[in-house]
């Protein structure tokens, strides 16, 4: 079993609204930062946005104002997308940071197998 699982992605339409879904069967999620990140093809893997175990939220610019991030008691985070444009396309993923906020992937201590998510006409 992954130690995270992302849900949610598919296919829609520039304009749409999207909400990823990531759960985790590992415990050190109650005190631990939780980001998603995506990967364009042919692209480098990229930071969307992280939250604290107290709450505090990080965007990347790209997807400030469209993109709302959570997380709730039973260690499942979302991301909200809004607006979406065929630029969000990629494969989004789930990662966990024991070491708190980063937008490097490098400091990530695990990770989802990521979903997809295609904006297209």
């Known amino acids: 079993q992954a130690d995270l699982m992302e849900s949610g992605g598919g296919v829609v339409r520039p304009g749409s609204s999207l909400t990823l879904t990531c759960t985790t069967s590992i415990r050190i999620y109650s005190s631990s930062f939780v980001a998603w990140f995506r990967q364009a093809a042919g692209k480098a893997r990229e930071f969307v946005a992280g939250?604290?175990?107290?709450?505090?939220k990080y965007y990347a610019d790209s997807v400030k104002g469209r993109a709302t991030i959570s997380r709730d008691s039973a260690w499942t985070t979302y991301l909200e997308m809004n607006t979406l444009k065929p630029e969000d396309t990629a494969i989004y993923f789930c990662?966990?940071?024991?070491?708190?906020?980063?937008?490097?992937?490098?400091?990530?201590?695990?990770w989802g197998q990521g979903t997809q998510v295609t904006v297209s006409p």
């Open positions: 939250i604290r175990p107290n709450g505090n």
């Open positions: 990662a966990v940071s024991r070491r708190g906020y980063s937008t490097d992937s490098r400091e990530y201590n695990y």
